[in-house]
């Protein structure tokens, strides 16, 4: 009897392994319970109900951008504040991926691992939450943009906080279109353009082009190229905008020379330049506070060398989120290296240590600081010299680089702008983005000016 | 109204699971408390020597193998040279192929013969006296077992949870079914509990009232969904309920089954054979036979019978060492499961064939060789049927297949989440709605609905059963139950684990139900079945068959070997 016992051992080391297992499940449940029972697919917050007792969410100065009020979800008062919020606070659904109702949804409707979501409706309280942004750079920003559909990024590169987020075609969240599927107007509206759409990023790539070049061509910047508008480079013909005549390396970033900067990235070659594409954020995943945002490509393996003269001018296959082009100004801004952008401030009663919500994070250096302090000035003087000191900003000194992004088909191209402030109480880096703008010097810069005016104003009174 | 309601129905949620946890706590106590101590009641004394050895259990190997329950350091004595066995008859010497031969009295033993206090027993050149333990002086106490909580205090419990449960599920839908199937529910069990108690005269029943809180649990949660369903389930139940009588008289002379033992095999064989010829399939594993309105799954019930065929007492073990024939039963049923593509029972029965095998040999190479030819096998199959590879793509990273393979999984985990501890109300889930939820994802369904803490108890409950069937290994009145008590519950926890580690992403998803719990009729009566085993481990099971101490007038000496049991309460 005694060996039958002792030879049923292996049965209890399975039994062992069973109770192993439920304990590995359970601490598994409790660590991602939070961000499993948010998932859209979760029927019991995507079905619309769920907000009715949800938390509040306001913007940094405490204006209320939705809050529920007798089992109903309600948003601002002001519909273009409504407008121009709606990409960042989300609707009742959950078909906005990367808002905060939808990423904070269980937290925000009251998600506890004692209760999961099964508390009584009137023993729920879901936390409120502080975001970033400003309500009124929003609205200044959402009229600016008007009827264009683009994007909008203003963070403070000093401490990483998004003031102004913003993305068209959008909808009024408290009276959804009944017509949101089928009226083109609303196509695309479910999406943050900033955060999940890419594009080619133009001429706005020249700064990284100009960073590797600064970095790795001695005495490229006394480099002089005569400019005749176009020219065959690696097979295929290289154009410009208009010939520019003979340039510096400066005067090339200025007037935005395509050819001068095709000469470059041919001379650095795919490695350096995909190399500096990823430290500066290309095939990366960005991760803001948990919301992801799609992935900036920039991938020349299978480029001939005519190809890889237009990567180094944003053309080709290159892809990028306006978010990430935000991030690399600020690098050049912050002496290289970016503080990442974050757009939640606070959330009541929950300490996440995954999330570690509401401090400033650093990220990869992207240059050094002396091509970052080279690169400021060559931006500020293409501001003064070339754009116009007051046409950009009549209250802030401006640091900017514009592009006008190719997309074939016979379209107009996107306008891009760029770029950053200098000023000691309005550290504020930003980029812009208006699809089929044509010019980023003439649909771009006046949306970015109107964006970070506001947002001085708002810091400034603030102070 | 609405949210009083809601408020009242939350109050009852915090309540169940507790009220669970007291069941099982209670029935696992009361269960470890009441085992006999391992005290013997006779001795073999060597007088030469004046060596006493105690005699512990029902069937004692005796031989010169350190291993074995009475050891004789004597070089003429084989390693496993005899069992020395208890039958409610008295006591028994069998001779299991040793080459000196054992003596009764100078007697060559032939067969299995019976022995009384004052025998003496020759096994090589020692010599040895069956005594009573308190003649031999050794010491014996017939005191503090615990007294086992009564039955009726623990049904009355069950009957509190059930209709808590079905008050909430009342609450929460309105559904009158509800109220109904726990009332039936809760007349089974009482039904269950008179004929236990009164007929059969066991006097204990904790094993069976956990089986009928799983059971009850699966009931109620089925109730909320699709009361037809509750409805099979309750029937099943009862189906069970008798097979579990039926098992439990049909194995209760372990000497007896062995005599069915080709029988046995063939007919399981045969059923699961004609499953291929006539059977019927659903979702994709041709492994049911429909008989007018009824279906069952004949691969449930062969796990009965493949336990049946496995299981053997000691003697038999200590003479037959090679079990062929068990092989080759265990080869074609699995080959047939395989054939069937029902690979889900078919790992099952493979495991259950490991564990049986080395339970029965000790042979760790039998084990080897048997893992070997089924990694082959699974090779060849995979090299065969590539695609069979494809269930398992999603395992590990069901969260890039959430719209294809991993589907279930990943709705399973986030609606765990959603439940916390306590769960959002029975009825008010969202699992329910996707396929096959009240079976393969009735575990994470019962952590949306009702709370994690139920759905792990339940859980608990099945490694319970393990640790229990262990607990009373040695005690069992033969290796017979040892042997099938043991691989009837590492069956039911290695099921358990594929069914909950299957849809949490911690093991591939195989299909296979939680034993029990899951909605399914031959599933839920093949688990009773297997209940009946780890019962019959229980030496109090058969007691009403024990005399009282009465001494009996006609042969005396006869009668006081008889009376010279263990204790029994």
């Known amino acids: ?463 | 109204m609405e949210e009083t309601v809601q408020v009242l129905s939350f109050f009852l949620r915090l309540v169940e699971p507790f009220i669970a946890i007291i069941i099982t706590v209670m029935c696992f106590i009361s269960l470890r408390g009441s085992r006999r101590r391992e005290e013997p009641l006779i001795v073999l004394e060597d007088e030469q020597e004046e060596i006493g050895y105690p005699v512990l259990y029902w069937e004692n190997s005796i031989g010169r193998s350190r291993n074995s329950d009475i050891c004789i350091q004597d070089m003429t004595v084989s390693r496993d040279h005899a069992v020395l066995l208890r039958r409610n008859d008295g006591w028994f010497i069998t001779d299991t192929g040793s080459k000196s031969g054992v003596y009764v009295n100078g007697e060559k033993v032939e067969e299995r013969q019976q022995v009384a206090i004052g025998d003496r027993i020759r096994i090589g050149t020692t010599c040895l006296v069956l005594r009573r333990a308190s003649e031999a002086g050794a010491n014996v106490s017939r005191r503090n077992i615990r007294k086992s909580i009564p039955s009726p205090l623990i049904l009355a419990i069950i009957t509190l949870y059930v209709s808590v449960f079905a008050m909430q599920t009342l609450f929460n839908t309105g559904a009158m079914e509800a109220a109904i199937c726990a009332g039936a529910f809760i007349a089974e069990i009482w039904v269950f509990f008179a004929v236990s108690a009164i007929a059969f005269k066991r006097p204990n029943i904790e094993l069976e009232a956990l089986a009928m809180l799983l059971t009850g649990t699966g009931i109620m949660v089925s109730t909320a969904h699709n009361p037809r369903q509750a409805f099979v389930q309750l029937a099943a139940s009862a189906v069970g309920v008798g097979l579990y009588f039926f098992i439990l008289w049909f194995i209760e002379i372990p000497d007896r089954v062995s005599k069915w033992y080709i029988i046995i095999s063939v007919l399981s064989l045969v059923l699961l054979a004609s499953t291929l010829v006539i059977g019927t399939s659903i979702n994709g594993a041709k492994n049911w036979i429909v008989l007018g309105p009824v279906s069952i799954q004949p691969s449930e019930f062969a796990k009965i019978a493949y336990i049946f065929v496995g299981a053997s007492t000691l003697d038999v073990l200590q003479t037959k060492k090679s079990f062929t024939m068990f092989i080759a039963v265990s080869a074609l049923t699995i080959g047939i499961l395989v054939l069937m593509s029902d690979f889900g029972s078919a790992v099952i029965f493979f495991v259950t064939f490991l564990i049986i095998s080395f339970m029965r040999s000790g042979d760790i190479k039998t084990v080897i060789l048997a893992v070997t030819a089924a990694l082959l096998g699974v090779v060849i199959m995979l090299t065969v049927k590539p695609y069979i590879a494809q269930r398992f793509e999603a395992w590990g990273h069901v969260w890039e297949y959430a719209d294809s393979s991993g589907y279930q999984q990943v709705n399973s985990l986030i609606y765990s989440a959603s439940g916390g501890m306590f769960g959002v109300g029975t009825g008010l889930g969202w699992l329910q709605y996707l396929f096959a939820s009240e079976n393969d994802l009735v575990f994470c369904l019962i952590c949306e609905e009702d709370g994690c803490i139920l759905a792990l108890l339940t859980a608990a409950i099945i490694g319970g059963f393990m640790l229990y069937a262990r607990g009373v290994a040695t005690r069992a009145r033969s290796t017979f139950y040892s042997i099938s008590a043991c691989s009837a519950a590492g069956l039911l926890v290695f099921q358990a684990a594929l069914n909950i580690f299957g849809v949490t992403d911690i093991l591939p998803l195989t299909g296979v139900t939680l034993p029990f719990v899951s909605y399914g009729g031959s599933s839920l009566a093949a688990c009773w079945g297997l209940l009946a085993f780890i019962k019959a481990a229980d030496e109090r099971t058969y007691s009403r068959h024990r005399p009282k101490k009465t001494v009996s007038s006609e042969k005396p000496r006869r009668s006081t070997a008889q009376d010279e049991g263990f204790v029994e309460i």
């Not at chain 1, 410009?240 to 935005?256: H, P």
Request: glycine share 8%.
């Open chain 1, 1 to 463: 009897m005694r060996k039958t016992r002792s030879r049923s051992f292996p049965v209890l080391l399975m039994t062992l392994a069973f109770f192993a297992g439920l304990i590995y499940f359970i601490v598994n449940l409790y660590v991602h319970s939070s961000s499993w029972s948010s998932m859209p697919q979760n029927g019991h917050l995507s079905d619309g109900t769920g907000l009715e007792h949800a938390g509040t969410i306001t913007d940094r100065n405490g204006v209320v951008l939705a809050h529920s009020v007798d089992g109903q979800r309600l948003y601002n008062d002001d519909e273009q504040i409504r407008r121009a919020c709606l990409h960042v606070v989300g609707d009742d659904s959950v078909n906005i991926g990367t808002a905060i109702q939808t990423v904070y949804r269980s937290e925000i409707s009251g998600y506890n691992f004692v209760f999961g979501l099964g508390a009584p409706k009137d023993f729920q309280n879901g936390a409120g939450m502080t975001l970033t942004i400003d309500s009124a750079v929003q609205k200044a920003a959402y009229q600016a943009l008007g009827s264009n559909r683009g994007a909008v990024v203003v963070y403070n590169y000093k401490t990483g906080e998004i003031i102004c987020l913003v993305s068209t075609p959008t909808y009024d969240p408290q009276y959804k279109p009944e017509d949101i599927e089928t009226n083109d107007a609303y196509e695309g509206a479910y999406l943050n353009r900033a955060l999940s759409s890419t594009y080619p990023p133009g001429s706005t790539f020249k700064l990284i082009t100009a960073a590797a070049a600064l970095e790795s061509i001695d005495d490229v910047e006394n480099r002089k190229y005569m400019c005749t508008g176009s020219e065959n480079i690696g097979g295929k013909e290289i154009s410009c905008v208009e010939a520019s005549g003979e340039i510096d390396f400066a005067q090339a970033l200025m007037y935005s020379c395509n050819c001068y900067f095709a000469h470059l990235s041919l001379e650095l070659g795919k490695d350096k330049m995909t190399t500096k594409a990823e430290l500066e954020g290309f095939n990366k995943n960005l991760i803001i506070d948990g919301i992801e945002t799609a992935t900036s490509k920039y991938d020349v393996t299978c480029a001939n060398e005519n190809e890889l003269a237009w990567s180094g001018v944003g053309q080709y296959n290159v892809m990028e989120t306006p978010i990430n082009m935000a991030v690399r100004s600020a690098a050049v801004a912050n002496g290289g290296t970016p503080v990442m952008p974050r757009i939640v401030r606070h959330i009541d009663g929950i300490a996440d240590p995954m999330l570690n919500i509401g401090s400033a994070k650093t990220g990869q250096a992207m240059m050094s600081p002396s091509v970052a302090q080279k690169l400021s000035d060559m931006m500020e003087r293409t501001v003064n010299e070339y754009y116009g000191k007051y046409y950009v900003s009549d209250r802030l000194t401006v640091c900017a680089k514009t592009g006008t992004a190719e997309v074939g088909n016979g379209k107009p191209a996107h306008a891009w702008v760029t770029g950053f402030s200098r000023d000691e109480d309005c550290p504020l880096a930003f980029s812009v983005i208006v699809e089929n703008g044509s010019s980023g010097y003439q649909a771009a810069i006046p949306v970015a000016s109107a964006a970070i005016n506001a947002a001085a104003d708002a810091l400034r009174s603030a102070s």
